[in-house]
């Protein structure tokens, strides 16, 4: 049994292989009714926590839709219901969940909760997101790209507009998987220096570029991410978005890119903001195939996770 919780701290091999068994995934069940388990149903008898202190559309739906079709069972934890680290301490919940469950995973706000999760769990722990990463979600980015341009290795990835978590992890991606990366954005919204570090000491080449258009010009991959939070309505909100204006995925800055060049953007999308909708809704755009595939290489990451 293993945790996921970053992609720095699986060998390249290991994530290779959780790719290539998610196409398998995928494939496999090919006209198959959602609701119907996998035939050989290698999570029967076993039962998923799955822990939100932060909400979600796909992380929750992927997460538990990939466990009953792995033939398992989930239980579903909200964070007004376990409190977790105020009634009762992280480490301890961690201990209680191990005597009840057979995995757990977790979307919170501090990487910090993850780990202390996981070094007193007796069972494996997944990484569903926190403000440092989103490793499931970049596991799903680099299947898409495979399943319509081939491996990922040694092609250009360009990220728009701030260097947040996903873009972390995505840097992380690159140092594993041998991409190239270019972030491009504004002053004051670049990548963690950290996770630029390690993609280049593993052989990446990564650069920081200001002018979007130079960015896009050698692009395999085109990536963006919401620039704010989707409920912020604030003056310093306004602020960012007259800031990362330039930076916006549209189709005069894509007609820049080469025509094979593909879209992602993990969502939930502010249409008309980070990216148009002429682009999100355009022959570029992979991003429901993006979506969808959170489902296949999840279960993928649970059944390495569990050996199954």
Not at 156 to 163: C, D
Not at 210 to 225: F, G, I, K, Q, S
Not at 290 to 299: G, T
């Amino acid at each position: 049994m293993a945790d996921f919780i970053d992609l720095r701290e699986i060998a390249p091999d290991s994530l290779k292989r959780i790719i290539e068994n998610a196409i398998e995934i995928k494939k496999s069940r090919e006209g198959m009714p959602t609701c119907k388990p996998d035939p050989d149903r290698p999570m029967a008898g076993l039962l998923a926590a799955l822990i939100f202190e932060k909400p979600s559309t796909r992380t929750r739906i992927s997460f538990d839709v990939g466990v009953r079709q792995l033939g398992g069972q989930t239980i579903l934890l909200p964070s007004a219901e376990i409190h977790l680290g105020a009634r009762e301490s992280i480490g301890d919940t961690a201990r209680v969940l191990s005597r009840f469950v057979d995995l757990a995973m977790i979307r919170t706000f501090d990487e910090r909760n993850v780990r202390e999760l996981a070094e007193h769990a007796g069972v494996p722990v997944l990484n569903g997101l926190t403000d440092q990463s989103h490793p499931c979600q970049i596991m799903a980015d680099v299947m898409t790209f495979e399943e319509h341009r081939g491996s990922i290795e040694g092609k250009n990835v360009v990220w728009m507009g701030v260097g947040n978590n996903v873009c972390t992890s995505f840097l992380h991606a690159a140092g594993q998987f041998a991409f190239n990366f270019t972030f491009a954005g504004p002053k004051g919204f670049d990548p963690q220096g950290e996770a630029v570090q390690f993609a280049k000491a593993n052989g990446s080449q990564v650069e920081i570029e200001r002018d979007p258009d130079t960015a896009v010009r050698n692009a395999d991959l085109v990536v963006t991410d919401s620039w704010i939070s989707m409920h912020d309505c604030s003056e310093a909100a306004d602020r960012t978005r007259e800031t990362l204006q330039l930076y916006q995925v549209n189709a005069d800055l894509l007609a820049k890119a080469p025509s094979s060049a593909l879209f992602m953007h993990c969502l939930p999308a502010h249409r008309g903001q980070e990216v148009t909708s002429e682009v999100m809704d355009g022959p570029n755009s992979v991003v429901f195939d993006e979506a969808e595939n959170r489902l296949h290489v999840q279960k993928a990451i649970m059944r390495w996770c569990l050996g199954v």
